[in-house]
């Protein structure tokens, strides 16, 4: 029978494991036994940590790092994790590399570090320490290590253990493997890396002089973005469409900068780099996008014609100003399917309906039709047939926006209040509520897909039921202590910086309308 076969039931064998473990002088024989009692910890291989602190002063580093993983399931406390990260980190150090050997470990030699900065990040002094004992490492791949360790830390507490930050940063100066995990941990910072907006700068500034790789310098910028600081504007004017600059769209006081770039890329057409990323960002400008309306309407015919027909009407009846007729006039065509444009549009053009995106492409259309001419005739036609038809979220969403307008279509909403699809209650409570002016019934669907916040976990369903329930405002008080919990809470939600920052944004914004 193979350690890993050890049934974790058969209280006899595993008291055979823990007596043979005791008695191993084969280190690699005894890095198995302990690393296999570790696996079964759940099964009560072993209860207490404390049983295997014997072999974190053995000669050899990897058993030290056996001993260490395996006591990790049951170091849940202060005291029954102390010491384990700093002898993790010297022994990484002793054994001279930041993998492991294949045997007895598998798969766990690879990124082995994180193997043990996962685990460890719930006590912050020993994760500390682990990270300390690899930042001055000789061998570059251990010092990216460090990295990877301050990184679980980063992303797990909204106030870390001071010198992680600062050891990230330092990675800035290293060599070319180090410095791409510190660039990559800062890129995903947000606001955090505010304090270091400077030095990030100057980086830029360094390696534009130095001619090094655009990606480089890419993920420096995408981190300034972070902490919404201008000087990355220049930059990233001169190469949005990049894939490490995609993210959330630039800020609406970078629109008069970046639009005569932006509608000059949209005339290169649909084939042109970063054409989603420069729509993304006009949806989110709203009228101050208008500039770019002729553009946007020569992507009606094009695959493109979804997204630029929902940045049409984000801009509004400004778009008629700007692009006169035509603009109602291609939307209303859309809308009716009179145009269509190329197959595989998107939202428009793909048959057959009811069940494909056309009918999705046909109700965006309708949609802006009514943003833009303020005429509601032709939205309530083609979006109301889709919702008796019961294409779901897409549908629910523009119908919302109608609201009483929409009056006549609530009975056909009502039924998906219950319905088995998240995404469709959701957008069933808020069609509800703005059709109705009934918030209690929206709210009470609308309650329960908060569950997950006890777990700290964050998914687009719920980011977007909190910003439901913010829209819905005094009704929704019941979601409040919910949303504080977040706001006060020492842990980061969603196992990032950046979903912890939106969360927080958008339960912040629902208290203030809540009240």
Same mark, same amino acid.
């Given at each position: 029978?193979?350690?890993?076969?050890?049934?974790?039931?058969?209280?006899?064998?595993?008291?055979?494991?823990?007596?043979?473990?005791?008695?191993?002088?084969?280190?690699?024989?005894?890095?198995?036994?302990?690393?296999?009692?570790?696996?079964?910890?759940?099964?009560?291989?072993?209860?207490?940590?404390?049983?295997?602190?014997?072999?974190?002063?053995?000669?050899?580093?990897?058993?030290?790092?056996?001993?260490?993983?395996?006591?990790?399931?049951?170091?849940?406390?202060?005291?029954?994790?102390?010491?384990?990260?700093?002898?993790?980190?010297?022994?990484?150090?002793?054994?001279?590399?930041?993998?492991?050997?294949?045997?007895?470990?598998?798969?766990?030699?690879?990124?082995?570090?994180?193997?043990?900065?996962?685990?460890?990040?719930?006590?912050?002094?020993?994760?500390?320490?682990?990270?300390?004992?690899?930042?001055?490492?000789?061998?570059?791949?251990?010092?990216?290590?460090?990295?990877?360790?301050?990184?679980?830390?980063?992303?797990?507490?909204?106030?870390?253990?001071?010198?992680?930050?600062?050891?990230?940063?330092?990675?800035?100066?290293?060599?070319?493997?180090?410095?791409?995990?510190?660039?990559?941990?800062?890129?995903?910072?947000?606001?955090?890396?505010?304090?270091?907006?400077?030095?990030?700068?100057?980086?830029?500034?360094?390696?534009?002089?130095?001619?090094?790789?655009?990606?480089?310098?890419?993920?420096?910028?995408?981190?300034?973005?972070?902490?919404?600081?201008?000087?990355?504007?220049?930059?990233?004017?001169?190469?949005?469409?990049?894939?490490?600059?995609?993210?959330?769209?630039?800020?609406?006081?970078? %629109?008069?900068? *970046?639009?005569?770039?932006? !509608?000059?890329? #949209? =005339?290169?057409?649909? /084939? +042109?780099? @970063? &054409?989603?990323? $420069?729509?993304?960002?006009?949806?989110?400008?709203?009228?101050?996008?208008?500039?770019?309306?002729?553009?946007?309407?020569?992507?009606?015919?094009?695959?493109?014609?979804?997204?630029?027909?929902?940045?049409?009407?984000?801009?509004?009846?400004?778009?008629?100003?700007?692009?006169?007729?035509?603009? %109602?006039?291609? *939307?209303?065509?859309?809308? !009716?399917?009179? #145009? =269509?444009?190329?197959? /595989? +549009?998107? @939202? &428009?053009?793909? $048959?057959?309906?009811?069940?494909?995106?056309?009918?999705?492409?046909?109700?965006?259309?309708?949609?802006?039709?009514?943003?833009?001419?303020?005429?509601?005739?032709?939205?309530?036609?083609?979006?109301?047939?889709?919702?008796?038809?019961?294409?779901?979220?897409?549908?629910?969403?523009?119908?919302?926006?109608?609201?009483?307008?929409?009056?006549?279509?609530?009975?056909?909403?009502?039924?998906?209040?219950?319905?088995?699809?998240?995404?469709?209650?959701?957008?069933?409570?808020?069609?509800?509520?703005?059709?109705?002016?009934?918030?209690?019934?929206?709210?009470?669907?609308?309650?329960?897909?908060?569950?997950?916040?006890?777990?700290?976990?964050?998914?687009?369903?719920?980011?977007?039921?909190?910003?439901?329930?913010?829209?819905?405002?005094?009704?929704?008080?019941?979601?409040?202590?919910?949303?504080?919990?977040?706001?006060?809470?020492?842990?980061?939600?969603?196992?990032?910086?950046?979903?912890?920052?939106?969360?927080?944004?958008?339960?912040?914004?629902?208290?203030?309308?809540?009240?």
């Amino acid at each position: 029978m193979f350690l890993g076969e050890v049934p974790g039931d058969d209280a006899s064998a595993l008291d055979g494991l823990r007596k043979q473990a005791a008695a191993e002088s084969d280190p690699t024989a005894l890095q198995a036994q302990l690393l296999a009692l570790g696996s079964l910890s759940a099964h009560g291989a072993v209860t207490d940590a404390s049983w295997f602190r014997p072999w974190l002063t053995h000669p050899d580093p990897l058993v030290r790092l056996a001993a260490i993983r395996a006591a990790l399931p049951t170091a849940t406390t202060s005291a029954a994790a102390r010491g384990l990260g700093g002898t993790a980190g010297s022994a990484f150090v002793a054994f001279g590399a930041a993998s492991l050997p294949d045997v007895p470990w598998g798969s766990q030699g690879r990124e082995a570090v994180r193997g043990f900065a996962e685990p460890l990040r719930a006590q912050p002094r020993e994760a500390r320490e682990l990270v300390g004992a690899l930042t001055g490492a000789p061998r570059a791949d251990l010092r990216r290590a460090a990295l990877v360790a301050a990184d679980a830390q980063l992303r797990y507490w909204r106030r870390p253990s001071a010198g992680l930050w600062e050891a990230v940063v330092a990675g800035l100066d290293d060599e070319d493997r180090v410095r791409a995990q510190a660039l990559d941990i800062l890129a995903g910072g947000g606001a955090a890396v505010t304090p270091y907006a400077d030095r990030l700068a100057r980086f830029v500034q360094e390696q534009d002089r130095a001619a090094t790789s655009t990606s480089t310098v890419d993920l420096a910028v995408r981190a300034l973005m972070g902490a919404a600081d201008d000087r990355a504007l220049p930059r990233y004017r001169e190469r949005f469409g990049s894939h490490y600059l995609r993210g959330e769209p630039p800020p609406l006081r970078w %629109a008069p900068h *970046l639009l005569p770039a932006f !509608r000059e890329r #949209l =005339r290169g057409g649909p /084939g +042109a780099r @970063g &054409i989603p990323e $420069v729509l993304n960002a006009l949806t989110a400008w709203g009228p101050s996008a208008v500039p770019a309306t002729p553009e946007l309407a020569g992507l009606l015919d094009t695959t493109y014609a979804g997204p630029a027909a929902d940045a049409l009407g984000r801009i509004g009846p400004a778009a008629r100003t700007a692009g006169g007729e035509a603009v %109602a006039d291609l *939307l209303a065509g859309l809308a !009716r399917g009179d #145009l =269509r444009p190329p197959r /595989g +549009a998107d @939202g &428009i053009g793909c $048959v057959p309906p009811p069940a494909s995106q056309g009918w999705h492409g046909a109700q965006t259309a309708a949609w802006a039709h009514w943003r833009v001419t303020g005429d509601p005739e032709l939205a309530l036609r083609v979006i109301g047939a889709a919702a008796l038809a019961g294409l779901g979220r897409p549908a629910l969403a523009r119908l919302a926006d109608l609201g009483s307008l929409a009056f006549r279509y609530a009975d056909a909403v009502r039924p998906l209040l219950g319905c088995p699809g998240a995404w469709s209650r959701l957008g069933a409570a808020e069609a509800w509520w703005r059709l109705t002016g009934d918030a209690a019934t929206a709210v009470d669907t609308l309650l329960p897909e908060l569950r997950p916040l006890a777990a700290y976990e964050v998914t687009p369903l719920v980011l977007r039921t909190v910003q439901a329930l913010g829209r819905i405002g005094s009704p929704a008080a019941a979601a409040a202590p919910t949303l504080r919990v977040v706001l006060d809470a020492d842990r980061r939600y969603g196992g990032g910086i950046l979903l912890d920052e939106q969360i927080c944004r958008a339960a912040t914004e629902a208290l203030d309308r809540i009240g």
